[in-house]
């Protein structure tokens, strides 16, 4: 059974960082794209940022470029989205996804599990 739980959410004023965990079982980390995506209240999921297999290539939505960074330590089957200089605008439940194969990757109909999501609240 495939699990991804996600923690370290929570309330950060603006400017502040937090950093999101995601820890894997159940699958072969190392097989897997991840991914971070967040929802906002009366939005669509939104892609976040993505790290590709065995610690390969990292993308970023435009939004978060130069803010946050994705990385995956595969011995501890863990994922993580270090995030600096967070804005009111990040304020959503960020989740985190597994993905066996994808040619878009920032898109979730390519992922094949999902955490739970934590929620992210940024104060202005």
């Known amino acids: 059974q495939v699990q991804l739980v996600e923690s370290g959410g929570g309330l950060v004023q603006a400017g502040g960082s937090l950093r999101l965990s995601c820890a894997a079982s159940g699958l072969t980390f190392n097989a897997y794209t991840m991914g971070w995506f967040r929802q906002a209240p009366g939005k669509e999921r939104e892609f976040v940022a993505v790290?590709?297999?065995?610690?390969?290539?990292?993308d970023y939505a435009d939004s978060v470029k130069d803010r946050f960074t994705i990385s995956r330590d595969n011995a501890k089957n863990t994922l993580y989205l270090h995030m600096n200089n967070l804005k009111p605008e990040d304020t959503a439940v960020y989740y985190c996804?597994?993905?066996?194969?994808?040619?878009?990757?920032?898109?979730?109909?390519?992922?094949?599990?999902w955490g739970q999501g934590t929620q992210v609240t940024v104060s202005s």
């Open positions: 790290i590709r297999r065995r610690g390969g290539n990292t």
């Open positions: 996804a597994a993905s066996n194969w994808c040619t878009q990757c920032n898109q979730g109909a390519y992922y094949d599990y």
